[in-house]
């Protein structure tokens, strides 16, 4: 087992740094929390260097990477605190056009005229046993009515991936509807980089991308989607980290750096470890992705989870040790807080997955959700 | 990065097995004669050892003279994996073969090679690591046990204490001080000390389990007299090789903490059902969550350490290695209390043989050994602190 970058993907990692310093710079994700910008520029920077084609097969116009890529790129937007669809699109939505073979769509992915988001969650649950989002199919494709929460850039992106049942067999399917014909309403005011939406179809017209036998594949679909959260949550952690103990080595009391205090460098330690070791989880749930090996399901459970610890920690060691200073809103510290939180309700919480773990390994019965 | 080895690698797994499978030691053989400390060698060990080193799988590692097969990184890390989950102990010795034998063999004269390092090698003698000592424990760099020149031989006087072995090592790589009147770091040296040399009395210190078999010792040094020709390296060169003898050790122990934690968690996954079964039905979801985390923290050890690992045969530095020592014996011990303490009064078993029952007391305060000795979790955080995040001393 081999979880280091390669040198391709340690150069592809470099490279989406560089270009993201300059392009999200915490003036603009502070813009978009301000209300003074919708990010809608940096959209259009990342469709010009194709970063929506990076993990869309060849033939549809795609740069055909594998998954640990997409997740290097979820890892780095997390880092950037970054604002826009670009997160649902290559993590949920593209996954979806690529498990259903919706060559088309793919393409215009890929050509940067369409963005989506993948909406499944109702209430707070995220999988596919609750859903009462029906289907009803007609002469012409389908009409969607129901309610989905919380769905990731939900009033950034141009089109939703909906998991709805089919009204008469009951079976559940995917549906392409367009974001005009839903009632999108912004959700999650305190991260609204996000985007995140509750959204409503009423009879919303819709194109049928599969309309039955989706489980094995949305499962898929959902260990892509959760994992490369994962990786988005540990990127925010990262630059908590980052900014918190370059503080730590300027800011003096006492007449020495507040870094020189024992009590905090083993704080520092065991954040380090705690970002280390989730990094490596995480890692090992994208490669078990990319290779599609039977642990992945396992593996991106147990990765979002660690996310979770994760962000735990991070959040509030990286808040309290701030001090006053980490509590205004002018410091951008926030940015990255916020977002961390946001992941680990999103896409399943720690605890979620922890229950599938248990009910995996046969301590509890099964949970349906 | 991928999930798998190459086939080439795999290949070397299986002939590894295959050997293995042939040639260990059998559990009657090794039950009626247990190894009872970390320097105690039995005949079927040293029989086995020889069998290692004879077919070059002691230290794959190193050309066959030495008991390998020039093996790579990749090659000695699966035939750890492979010895480590075969119940079979590669060594009774793990200081003497891990720590002690690398550091003669980078360090040694070709005379200390031939009558120290081969020995040891071959089975037929074991070694003790005479590093801690009362006033020198954490902070190593204190020691004050003397090695005086006189003539052509060293006069010793001192102490030392938590001497792993030292009961039945056959000889100590003794760390004592040749030039008090340096900076500390500056005058301490390594010397050989055969332990039946006269004025050593070794006095073992029972630990809080398994007390009738003693693994701890405090060793008394008063004027023994080695020949001058024990020195290892240079003259106070000692605190270099220190740092050189502890890279060794942790090289080592990383990929047997990862494995310890699997084949514990394995057993716990193994006692859980029935232990859950029988608790009431409002604690078996919160009992089994701690199991779960375990479940989580096991692979974390793994893929920590193997990214770790991969970073090393890259040739870049692993931080890895100071967070693996920090990360997996806190991990063990966390495995091992939620397993006893989830498994109720029955933990408080006590069984007279060494071992590392998952669910039992005795494992659990048996796992403080990792986390205090070899640089305890707050020394190896103060590590991380300062030599790997920068953070300034004080
Ligand atoms: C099972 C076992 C086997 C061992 N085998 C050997 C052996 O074979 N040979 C050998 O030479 N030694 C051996 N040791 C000794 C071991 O290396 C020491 O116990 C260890 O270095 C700690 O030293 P100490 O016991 O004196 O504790 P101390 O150094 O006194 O530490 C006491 C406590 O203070 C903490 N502390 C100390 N300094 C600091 C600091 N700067 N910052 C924060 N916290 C600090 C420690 O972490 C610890 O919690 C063994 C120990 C054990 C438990």
């Known amino acids: 087992m081999d979880l280091e970058l390669s040198d391709d993907q340690q150069m592809l990692r470099d490279n989406i740094r560089t270009v993201l310093t300059g392009a999200c710079p915490p003036s603009l994700v502070r813009a978009v929390h301000e209300g003074t910008s919708d990010g809608a520029e940096l959209w259009h920077q990342v469709v010009d260097l194709g970063w929506p084609a990076l993990g869309i097969r060849e033939e549809a116009g795609g740069v055909g990477l594998g998954f640990v890529e997409v997740a290097l790129l979820a890892e780095e937007l997390g880092r950037a605190a970054a604002p826009g669809p670009l997160l649902a699109t290559i993590s949920q939505f593209v996954p979806v056009l690529e498990e259903f073979d919706c060559i088309d769509l793919l393409a215009e992915v890929a050509e940067g005229r369409r963005s989506g988001s993948l909406a499944v969650a109702e209430g707070s649950s995220w999988g596919l046993h609750s859903i009462s989002t029906v289907a009803e199919v007609t002469a012409d494709g389908a009409r969607i009515t129901g309610r989905k929460d919380a769905v990731l850039a939900g009033s950034q992106v141009d089109s939703f991936a909906v998991v709805a049942r089919d009204r008469t067999s009951g079976q559940l399917g995917v549906y392409l509807v367009e974001r005009s014909a839903a009632t999108v309403i912004p959700t999650g005011a305190l991260e609204p980089t996000l985007g995140l939406a509750d959204v409503v179809f009423d009879g919303a017209p819709a194109v049928v991308l599969a309309a039955a036998g989706v489980e094995a594949a949305l499962e898929r679909v959902l260990q892509q989607a959760t994992t490369a959260m994962t990786l988005h949550i540990i990127g925010a952690c990262r630059r908590v980290f980052e900014l918190t103990l370059d503080y730590a080595k300027i800011r003096v009391q006492y007449d020495r750096v507040i870094g020189s205090f024992q009590a905090l460098k083993h704080r520092f330690a065991d954040m380090y470890l705690m970002v280390e070791k989730a990094n490596a989880l995480g890692y090992f749930a994208a490669v078990a992705i990319a290779e599609n090996d039977p642990r992945r399901a396992e593996a991106s459970h147990m990765a979002k989870a660690t996310a979770g610890e994760c962000q735990r920690l991070l959040v509030e060691d990286g808040l309290q040790l701030h001090g006053g200073i980490g509590y205004t809103w002018e410091n951008d510290l926030h940015f990255w807080l916020k977002r961390a939180k946001a992941g680990e309700l999103l896409c399943g919480s720690s605890l979620h997955h922890r229950s599938q773990l248990a009910a995996a390994l046969g301590l509890i019965s099964e949970v349906n959700v | ?394």
């Open chain 2, 1 to 394: 990065m991928k999930l798998r080895f190459e086939s080439s690698v795999e290949e070397f797994r299986q002939e590894f097995l295959a050997w293995l499978a042939d040639n260990r030691p059998t559990a009657e053989e090794m039950a009626a004669d247990p190894a009872v400390s970390s320097a105690h060698c039995p005949e079927w060990a040293k029989r086995w050892t020889k069998r290692l080193f004879d077919a070059g799988w002691l230290v794959p590692g190193w050309p066959p003279e030495r008991g390998g097969r020039n093996a790579g990184a990749h090659e000695t890390l699966v035939y750890l994996e492979e010895m480590s989950r075969s119940g079979v102990p590669r060594t009774t010795n793990p200081q003497g073969l891990g720590i002690v034998v690398p550091s003669l063999l980078d360090y040694g004269t070709p005379d200390q090679i031939e009558r120290y390092a081969m020995p040891l090698l071959h089975g037929e003698i074991t070694a003790c690591l005479g590093m801690s000592e009362p006033d020198a424990g954490s902070d190593l760099a204190n020691l004050k046990t003397r090695a005086v020149r006189d003539g052509d031989t060293f006069v010793l006087n001192g102490q030392k204490v938590w001497t792993s072995g030292a009961n039945y090592a056959d000889f100590c790589f003794l760390f004592c001080r040749t030039d008090p009147d340096v900076p500390k770091h500056k005058g301490i040296s390594i010397i050989l000390l055969p332990m039946d040399t006269p004025g050593v009395t070794v006095r073992p210190l029972n630990e809080i389990v398994h007390p009738q078999h003693p693994d701890l010792n405090e060793v008394f040094l008063t004027d023994v007299v080695v020949p001058a020709a024990n020195l290892v390296g240079k003259l106070n060169d000692g605190w270099a090789m220190a740092n050189g003898s502890l890279a060794h050790e942790r090289g080592m122990v990383w990929l047997m903490s990862v494995i310890d934690m699997e084949m514990g968690m394995q057993q716990m996954l193994e006692l859980a059902p029935s232990i859950l079964e029988a608790l009431p039905e409002q604690e078996r979801a919160v009992a089994a969550d701690d199991v779960v985390r375990c479940y989580i923290e096991s692979h974390a050890v793994r893929c920590l350490g193997y990214r770790g690992f991969a970073r090393l045969v890259k040739g870049g530095s692993a931080p890895e290695q100071a967070l693996m020592k920090l990360f997996a014996s806190a991990s063990r011990q966390r495995l091992a209390r939620v397993a006893a303490e989830m498994r109720g009064p029955d933990a408080l078993e006590s069984k007279p043989q060494r071992s590392r029952r998952v669910g039992t007391l005795e494992d659990y305060f048996g796992i403080f050994g990792s986390t205090i000795s070899a640089g305890s979790s707050e020394i190896q955080r103060n590590i991380i602190a300062e030599k790997v995040l920068g953070l300034p001393r004080g």
